[in-house]
């Protein structure tokens, strides 16, 4: 059972950072594409980051010169670290994979359970 776990979130205050993680666990052939994705409240979830299995990274306008979404393959693990928070950064971050379960199946989207970011003014 393939399974993505995220940690880091939290409360913090304007301005500050937090470093979000997301490992992912199970038997798998290949991780293709992860990335970060948001709900803010009352809002649809959102894309943030998403980065290739080659490094190659993208970002949402307002994420740009911010956040930084980096992985470990050897870990299977996506990390977004996020600098000079805002308010309206506050929602549920989901971590998103697309994964090969074996050589000749097709790519599948997995995702984390969310964790909660708060950032106060």
């Known amino acids: 059972q393939i399974q993505l776990v995220e940690s880091g979130g939290g409360l913090v205050q304007a301005g500050e950072s937090l470093r979000l993680s997301c490992a992912v666990s199970?038997?798998?052939?290949?991780?293709?594409?992860m990335g970060w994705y948001r709900q803010p409240p009352g809002k649809e979830r959102e894309l943030v980051a998403t980065?290739?299995?080659?490094?190659?990274?993208n970002y949402a306008d307002s994420a740009k010169g911010r956040f930084a979404i980096s992985r470990d393959n050897a870990k299977n693990t996506v990390y977004l670290q996020m600098n000079s928070l805002k308010p309206e950064d506050t929602g549920l971050y989901y971590c998103?994979?697309?994964?090969?379960?074996?050589?000749?199946?097709?790519?599948?989207?997995?995702w984390g359970q969310g964790t909660q970011v708060t950032v106060s003014s």
């Open positions: 998103n994979a697309r994964i090969k379960v074996t050589y000749w199946s097709y790519e599948n989207d997995y």
């Open positions: 980065i290739t299995s080659g490094g190659n990274s």
């Open positions: 199970g038997s798998i052939f290949r991780i293709n594409d």
